[in-house]
């Protein structure tokens, strides 16, 4: 049974209880003595630890801008807010709250563990940015579709995944299915994957998998002509010659033409008038 179900009331995160954990964690021994006397800096604090505090909302945390290290779990937080300025951060724990969704972590670009175990999460969403994440834990919560994990595909470092005690891990076939297409990880649930269970899901899911690489790829390549098309697009804006290229200025000069019309009856004209932008636009040719 959780800790939670006492009778503990939920607190609010205000600067005092701030304070109060940062004093906890100074040494003391005079060093700390002396710290404590002349004030702590929160802007030099890489630690705290906020856990087991009943806290009911993230708080007062402006200052900590050097923070690497933060621990929340075991509280009644519902909501992750609070935490976006702390792009220093390399460590959050966010364990045993009440956490529906997850948000508000796309600033945290550093951030190597993440641990969301034992909350009412649903669905693995907006971490695609925390390309740093090494370990990441969701044990725990109300995961059901197995494809969802596939959106941590992104996280290229990744080497450690729990998602033990949530509905999609009683799926068949799930270890196999995220040994396949997650080749870099090492650990699922605590334990390691063997080579003998990797070679088994790459032959199992090999269709599967060279699907999502040619989609990747076909994205990739999309991606790289739709940004060098804006590229050429801009270059033309800055030469003041936007829209010359190709077809649209030969197909401009008959808009509205009167005398269009009497030109296309000409015998041969016709085709001519088809073939001659389709070159244009094929060579991208642009005069200055």
Known sequence: MSWQCG??????MD?????RAVDEQTPKDQ????TRAEGVLFKEVLTIRLDFKYILK?????DFTSLTRLYLN??????????????NLTWLNLSFNRIEKIEGLASLRKLELLNLSNNRISVIENID???ALTHFGIANNLLEQLDNVLCLRVMKKLFTLNLSGNPLSKEEDYSLFIAAFFPNLRCLDYRLISEETKKEASIKYFGAIEKIRQDQMQKQQADEAEQSQRAELQLHRDAFVELLNGSHLFKSMFKDDPEAETL???TGVADLLKTYPLILGSSSMLVY
């Open 7 to 12: 009778a503990a009331q939920p607190i609010l």
């Open 15 to 19: 600067e005092e209880v701030v304070r």
């Open 31 to 34: 060093a700390g003595r002396i």
């Open 58 to 62: 993230i708080d007062n945390l402006w």
């Open 74 to 87: 075991n509280n009644f937080i519902k909501k992750i807010t609070g935490v976006d300025h702390l792009v």
């Open 129 to 131: 940015q925390l390309d």
């Open 264 to 266: 296309q009856s000409v």
